[in-house]
């Protein structure tokens, strides 16, 4: 009798058949499932290239957290609860307010500006990338002072289209107070990309997401009192020529003057440009002469004063804060309405350049003696002559134009306004010396040729 045919082969193959199949299967849905994750991955962190203020650890840190939030449905940029920040942030408190938003809001200007228009009832939205520039733990500091007053700070950089696309999809803004960039006249020797990136790019790119914003936000920006460069004529008026810059910084700021009047023509963006002439006060930067000064007195080292090359005294025209912020305001309260609708113009539009000083200069010699005064401390003085690294010698502003149109007048005189920034000095990083109650008159404070 015949044996039956052994089937055990038959059965082996089948199920190594049905194994590969299933491996197969598991390949592919592993592969799938990679292929999601990295879009992901790289739709959320920046461009390898990107420039080194905006690709800090902090914001390593930040782009992670925006990745596995929006992977994973948490409550990071896009979700629920940020989504409902953002709209609450910026949702005006008064009848016909302004919803603002401000760019560079961690920053100095920035964070003043922003108090100043929550207080008053506009809904404030900010956006900053908390770069190493300068210390950014004074960032966070003016960020947790903003979070108190209920104004919310997105964390992102300029050069991220979809971020600021996702933010004009969540919130119909009226107003955009442009502040981000790179600042600093000397650092642009060492880091000349990132002016590029921030100051020129940057723009470009919050330009173009407002241009096809529907409505048009109107648009205040920050230029700068460096675009006058090696302009002799005093003082420095809208009128007088700005096409031989000093500085690469400078040269960017006034780069974007003139891509300002470019969206203004093409778009319809109703832009309005200021030119800060030495900001100081309280929450300042530490990259500042005031500031360092301040600092390197303290501490008894030497300060570094400028003379120019034929050995005359350095000036500023040193202008307060909160002059500084009333002009801002002002800018926005007069800012027409964009003229554009979707990217196509429909008429024209406003393009204003303002500046925004003192109109009172001061040598530094002078600046550094008040300082003595209200530390009773003794300066180190080094007096040497300026390095051919950007800086000017003189600044003075001729403001009557901001007069004019939205009442730009300054009031705070550099003693009163230096006496302040003391006093919140030693507060908040715990100083105790012996400042002074009283400040001298000026005609009291110890005269310096340096």
């Known amino acids: 009798m015949a044996s039956p045919p052994d089937k055990s082969k038959t059965i082996k193959l089948e199920r190594y058949n049905s194994y590969i199949r299933s491996s197969k299967l598991l390949f592919r849905a592993t592969i799938l499932v990679a292929l999601i994750l990295v879009f992901l991955f790289t739709f959320n962190y920046p461009p390898l290239n990107s420039s080194p203020s905006s690709n800090n650890n902090n914001n390593n840190n930040h782009h992670r ?19 409902k920040q953002v709209r609450h942030s910026s949702t005006p408190r008064r009848p016909n307010g302004m919803s603002v938003l401000v760019t560079g809001a961690a920053g100095f200007v920035g964070s003043h500006c922003s108090l100043a228009l929550k207080k008053r009832g506009d809904g404030v939205l900010g956006l900053d990338n908390f770069n190493s520039y300068y210390d950014p733990s004074l960032k966070r500091a003016r960020q947790d002072l903003l979070s108190k007053h209920q104004i919310f700070i997105v964390e992102g950089d300029l050069n991220d289209t979809p971020l600021l696309k996702k933010l004009f999809d ?10 981000a960039a790179q600042a600093g006249v000397r650092y642009a020797m060492q880091n ?8 020129i790019a940057g723009f470009v790119n919050l330009l173009e997401v407002a241009k096809a914003a529907n409505p048009q936000p109107s648009i205040v920006w920050a230029s700068s009192s460096s675009v006058y460069g090696l302009n002799t004529q005093n ?12 500085s690469l910084y400078a040269a960017t700021k006034k780069a974007g003057e003139e891509i300002a009047h470019t969206y203004n023509h093409i778009y319809g963006l109703s832009l309005t440009g200021l030119r800060f002439f030495t900001v100081y006060g309280p929450w300042g930067r530490p990259d ?8 390197d ?21 040193f202008t307060y804060i ?5 002009g801002c305001v002002g800018a926005l309260d007069t800012a027409e309405k964009s003229t554009g609708s979707g990217g196509k113009k429909r008429g024209p539009a406003q393009l204003r350049i303002y500046n925004l000083g003192n109109t009172s200069p001061v040598p530094v010699g002078k600046l550094v003696g008040i300082l003595e005064s209200l530390l009773n401390v003794k300066a180190k003085k080094h007096v040497i002559k300026m390095p051919r690294n950007g800086d000017v010698p003189y600044t003075h502003a001729n403001v009557s134009l901001a007069f004019r149109d939205f009442g730009y007048k300054p009031t705070t005189d550099l003693a009163s306004g230096l006496r302040k920034f003391v006093k919140w000095y030693v507060g908040y990083y715990g100083i105790q010396p012996r400042v002074k109650k009283e ?5 009291e404070q110890p005269e310096d040729s340096a």
């Open 235 to 246: 003082p420095f008026s809208e009128l007088h020529r700005t096409d031989q810059p000093a």
């Open 65 to 83: 957290h925006r990745f596995l939030s929006s992977a994973f449905g948490g409550g990071g940029v896009g979700g629920a609860s940020w989504e």
């Open 170 to 179: 969540v919130v119909p803004f009226t107003h955009i107070l442009h502040l």
């Open 192 to 199: 000349p990309q990132s002016y590029v990136a921030s100051n």
């Open 439 to 443: 400040i001298p008159n000026a005609s």
């Open 288 to 295: 500042m002469a005031y500031f360092f000064f301040t600092k």
């Open 322 to 326: 909160d002059d500084v912020v009333k």
């Open 297 to 317: 007195i303290l501490q008894g080292k030497g300060i570094d004063v400028y003379q120019t090359q034929d050995g005359k005294e350095v000036a500023r025209d």
